[in-house]
């Protein structure tokens, strides 16, 4: 087998996927285009009804050439370049995200009329790979900016927040609800009324701990949206929750050491071409990982990447065969959402090819662009 070699099972995905329109019937799920952009995932995700979220210009032109409706698309990223704005509002992009005087106006000018989605600032939840604080404002700007989109011939459509990635406390959409009430209260008050919660991402798939059930974040979601002042339409923007669990990472051991008292294990894939999440989160998320000799006598080891980074590894002590040697093979689940989409050829190395999966056929298998 050539390796790495990211397997993604579509039947997976879409389970996910119509798993969250089981739960959340009147919420549309618009897919983060940028956790998984692989055109085979895109195609089944639109093949069952999806929606999509984008990042780019670029992001809209994959979508296009696979025949989704432009009208549909959200435009969640609050600060965009300007050529961006104009190819995606030509293109028929209608719903863009901002967050400053500066975007609104950058919208005005190559986005006219379009909807503005005001993006919330949400406070730190304690999610697996959280917000920096890079987007969003409070609810007081959030009024000053929508009440500005309006004088600027834009329509103030909708309100948006994210609780961070890999949200493990369902109770995290709890204040960020509470603070979308507020806004459209004060809203009330200068004759705007919204269209649009965007409930954004962070609902969590299986890495070391099984993540509470969906209906758990459904209910919370539920009781902060019955309480706002009236009804609107609501969206949510999952990516690792839809593509995470499909997709399953082989490597090649390509070498072992004992150093320190510790045993690595060398693979070919590490952090720089297809597990950067290792990096941003500390090591803390728990790929489960197996391997081709499946010995009953087991040990434990550090697994790193092919590079000569010293941070390029992937995970601290975990259990494998003891007499796992060269050539073998590893085995790291979870691995769709994030892993090909960050990759590089730092060094040299190759990023994983796709594979592609549907009732137990290989459908496809190509190399990732990057």
Known sequence: MRTPVLVMDLSVMEAAYRRFTAVMPSTAVHYATKCNPHRDVLAALHSVGCGFEIASARELDELIALGVDPSTVLYSNPVKPEAHVRAAHAGGVRSFAFDSMEEAAKLAASAPGCNAIVRLAAPSGRSSVPSEGKFGVDPDSAVRLLVEARARGLCPFGVAFHVGSQMLRPKAWRSPLLAVRYLMDRLDDVGIRLQLVDLGGGFPARYGDTPPPLERYAAVIQRGLKALPYPVQTVIEPGRAIVAEAGTLTATVIGTAVRGGKRWIHLDVGAFN??????????RLRFPVSDSRGSTVRDRFHLTGPTCDSQDTILFDVELSADLA???????????????????????????????????????????EI
């Open 274 to 283: 297809g597990l950067m999440e290792s990096l941003e989160t500390g090591n």
């Open 326 to 368: 060269t050539g073998d093979l590893v085995h790291i689940a979870t691995a769709g959402a994030y892993t090909t989409a960050y990759a590089s050829t730092f060094n040299g190395f190759d990023v994983p090819a796709v594979s592609c999966i549907a009732g137990g056929s290989r459908t496809t298998q190509r190399l990732i």
